[in-house]
Structures are given as C-alpha cells and as structure tokens.
C-alpha cells in the first residue's frame, strides 16, 4: 500500500527548512530582490543545501549524501514552493542529480555527485525546461530555456555519442527573459574548444536522462503543491482580516464557496504529489503513471490557487508589492515545465491502453 502520511524524519525536515526559510526568504521580500541584486541568495543556498544537507537527499551515504529518497526531497520541495524560493534544488538536486544516479556506478560521475551532495557545485542538465520524460531532447547546437544554467558550475549536455559534464566556463550562456523571474532561462552552446567528461554511452544517456527528467516531472507537483496551499492560506488569512459592510469579506457565502472548493482541490493535489514521490522512491514499475497522473493535475491546481489568491486579495493582488503576481507567475511557468498537461495526459492514454485521440 501506497504510504501518504509523512513520517516524523520527513515533518522534522519540513520544520527545518520552513524555519530557514521564514528567516531568509520572506516572500514579501522577494520582488523587491528582484529589483536589486538579483533573486537569488547564494548563503542562503549554503545553508540549504550544505548546513541542512538537502542537496544530498537523493545521493547514497558511499558517496557523501544522505541516503533519503524522492520522499523526502518531495518535503523540501514544497517548503521551497510554498516560499516561491529562487534557488537551483529541482534542476540540480533532483534532475541533474537524478540523471547522474541513473547512470548506475560510474567513476566519471561520482566525484562531480560528492560535490553536489554536499552543495560545494550545481548541475543543471542542458535540456529546455519543457522536456517531458519522454520528449526527444536536442542532441547538437544551441538548447534554448534551460532552467537556472546562469548558475550551474556543470552543465550535463546531451550528445550524439553520451552525456557529457562540461564545465559552465566551457559553456555560452546567454540569459532569456522569463514569465517566472525566480526561474531564469538561458539558451546555452558548449564552445568549440570544449570537451568535457564523458560520463555515458549514448543508450545509456538516454536512460538516464529520462529517468532525471521523470524524477523532476514527479517532485515537480511537490513544488506545484506547496505554491498552491500557500496561496489558499494567504487567501483565507486576508479574507478573514478584510472587512466590507462591517464584516470580514471571508464571511460572504460565495467567496466561502470559492476557498472550500480550492482547499478540496489542494487536498487532491497532495495526494497526487505524495504517490508521485513515493512511486519514485520505491523505484516501482508505476513511477511513470503516478508522475503523470501528479502533472497533469497539480500544474492546475496551482494555477487555480494562485489565480484566486490574487482575485480574493483584490487591488492589492495586482499591485508589484504583493508576491501573489510571483506564485501565479511560477504557476503558469509550471504547467509548461517537464512536460505540460497535456503531455502527460497523452502518456497516461498510452499508460493505460486508451486509443490515441484523432487528430
């Protein structure tokens, strides 16, 4: 049977990084960051990743991680939607690492994974953030929106004979303007000089980097989960603080409809997310469903939830200010990474024998 609770090493890893995350990433701070310096806050991936140890969750003990499981990386993950936090965790800690993994042991590799383990280095995988787990993945040239490879020290780029780690000085990274500012996109060209470290045949890269996206498309609904529960919160504490008429709007039958239909469809989200995460911790055989079934429901869910967050908060959820523009625009941004809606939707057809639809 599928286990959905979370265990008490998975909520004492939540209270750990939600009191981090309380301290240094406050979400009202956030688009004020984004007119400065930037988002993203490289101490704050520190203690992230090195102090807690979150980065090396999904790598074993023999190679300096923390022998977890996609569980509990699911658990960071949704402390990291909840906060909309710009920090490299799904594409370095879970694709990249992933894909890494799925090499099986591998010498090459598993230096570059100490390192990633304990977040000394990040790796993004050079693939556009839209690549499903089963979408071919460009093999030669430019890659266009690869996700946070404007911070990547590696960068696992997909070749016509293997995968292939090549240092970023190695690598022409040129920043694109995103819908989702936390996020940031980059089209990236390996330079002509460049060799890199061949890690993989090209079967066997193929293997490996589904298995990484197929992680990142199931702990993505994790992430997809925390935004939406943050969202449904923040609606009910300003509805409830809000008054018109004398009494607080969250009192007004059709806005009490609207947040109970939400926190049913949240409730449904996290037991999506939650299979997902445990499908891909047991390694079992309906990974591939449970990671479509997750995507092709959570990416709405969050998109609804932070829609109505920012409809219920009124003019102030229109306003820069407010991070409620942030989470609707992770959302959408969302409902396109790892495959979108549907994607999966069609691999759930063919999961399950469906006929394909006429075109």
């Not at 990084?17 to 991936?45: K, Q, S, T």
């Not at 499981?69 to 992933?98: I, N």
Request: aromatic share 4%; charged share 20%.
């Amino acid at each position: 049977m599928t286990d959905l609770l979370y265990s008490e090493a998975e909520s004492d890893l939540r209270a750990a990084v939600r009191a981090l995350l309380a301290d240094r990433a406050d979400p009202a701070a956030l688009p004020a960051r984004l007119e400065g310096a930037g988002p993203y806050d490289a101490e704050l991936w520190n203690a992230l990743a090195g102090d807690i140890g979150a980065a090396g969750l999904l790598v074993p003990e023999k190679l300096g991680g923390q022998g977890a499981s996609h569980r509990e990386a699911a658990v960071v993950l949704e402390e990291l939607g909840r906060a909309v936090t710009p920090l490299p965790y799904l594409t370095s800690s879970v694709v990249a690492t992933g894909t890494l993994l799925a090499l099986g042991p591998s010498d090459p590799a598993a230096p570059l994974l100490a390192d990633l383990a304990a977040g000394r280095r990040t790796a993004v995988l050079a693939v556009p953030l839209t690549a499903g787990p089963d979408t071919p993945v460009p093999a030669e040239g430019a890659t266009a929106a690869v996700a946070d490879a404007v911070l990547a020290d590696v960068l696992l780029v997909p070749r016509p004979d293997g995968l292939y780690a090549v240092d970023a000085a190695d690598v022409a990274v040129r920043p694109q303007t995103p819908l989702d500012l936390t996020r940031p996109l980059a089209s990236v060209e390996v330079l002509p000089t460049a060799s890199g470290t061949r890690l993989a045949d090209a079967d066997a890269s193929r293997a490996a980097v589904r298995a990484g996206l197929l992680a990142g498309a199931g702990l993505l609904a994790s992430e997809q989960l925390g935004l939406a529960e943050w969202c449904l919160e923040e609606a009910v504490r300003h509805t409830r603080t809000r008054h018109q008429f004398n009494r607080p709007i969250g009192s007004f039958q059709a806005l009490k409809h609207r947040m109970a239909e939400l926190w049913l469809e949240v409730a449904g989200a996290r037991a999506a997310a939650r299979n997902a995460a445990d499908a891909l911790a047991a390694d079992s055989p309906e990974a591939p469903l449970a990671v479509a079934v997750a995507q092709a429901y959570c990416s709405r869910v969050a998109v609804h939830a932070a829609e109505e967050c920012v409809q219920l908060h009124g003019g102030t959820g229109m306003t820069w200010e407010h991070p409620a523009h942030l989470y609707l625009k992770r959302a959408k941004a969302d409902q396109l990474a790892y495959g979108s809606a549907g994607h999966h939707k069609d691999a759930l057809a063919a999961l399950v024998d469906l006929p394909a639809p006429t075109p």
